[in-house]
């Protein structure tokens, strides 16, 4: 069964320090979302893409986040100048959007900022 | 700003018995309705969508949607000690033709099996 998935499953940072995570979402969908969870929390969506731009994006999505799917593959998160506030899981998801509106998710990025 | 009420738990249900879980949203423009499944650690996995008032089963697993009362809720018969874990509510307005929302999701109920 096609599944998402994500890299690193753990990133270690330096607060300051630009990170870069990666997901490769399910071959035939179409729109892809990162979403965040801080320990302990409830999961928070960031933003949705689709046909190589923002669709939406929340509040947190401010000018330090950006998106990118720079190949027919891989779709990135890029954060410029990690905060220790930048800790959390990140989760990339993705839903065909033609015939469903299910959205699924990979198993997640640990990022901790130090 | 869209708000998703779970009650957080935990939910102590013997096995075998039926596990109700349940969640309402703040959004009337909300039009889809998920539950995912979350272990400790993990992603959330999705195990039951619905897009219309009423009942919507799955093998174990009953979705039950009432959008008057802006309520969703999510039945588990013949619970499973490993049914146990943490059930996410999650909503969107998203409808046939619209952009690609983001979930909005609750905190989580955590439903605890016990053997």
């Known amino acids: 069964e096609p599944e998402v998935t994500q890299t690193p499953s753990h990133q270690v940072t330096q607060m300051g320090q630009e990170v870069i995570l990666r997901c490769v979402p399910i071959?035939?969908?179409?729109?892809f979302y990162w979403y965040r969870q801080i320990l302990g929390q409830k999961v928070e969506f960031l933003v949705s893409?689709?046909?190589?731009?923002?669709?939406?994006k929340s509040e947190i999505f401010d000018d330090q986040f950006s998106v990118e799917r720079p190949d027919g593959s891989n779709f990135t998160l890029k954060i410029r100048s990690t905060k220790l506030e930048d800790s959390a899981m990140y989760f990339c998801?993705?839903?065909?959007?033609?015939?469903?509106?299910?959205?699924?998710f990979g198993p997640g990025t640990r990022l901790t900022v130090t | 700003q869209k708000e998703v009420e779970q009650n957080s738990g935990p939910l102590s249900v013997p096995e075998g018995a039926i596990a109700s879980l349940n969640c309402t949203y703040s959004d009337r423009g909300s039009q889809s309705f998920f539950w995912y499944r979350q272990y400790s650690g993990k992603s959330p996995e999705l195990i039951m969508f619905i897009y219309s008032n009423g009942d919507k089963e799955d093998g174990r697993f009953t979705a039950q949607l009432n959008k008057a009362s802006q309520y969703v809720s999510l039945l588990i018969r013949d619970s499973q000690p490993s049914d146990s874990a943490t059930y996410l509510c999650?909503?969107?307005?998203?409808?046939?033709?619209?952009?690609?929302?983001?979930?909005?999701f609750g905190k989580g109920t955590h439903l605890i099996i016990q053997p």
């Open positions: 999650a909503v969107n307005d998203q409808y046939s033709g619209g952009g690609a929302d983001g979930l909005t």
């Open positions: 893409f689709y046909n190589n731009e923002i669709s939406e």
């Open positions: 998801a993705s839903s065909q959007r033609v015939t469903s509106y299910e959205q699924y």
């Open positions: 071959s035939n969908h179409l729109y």
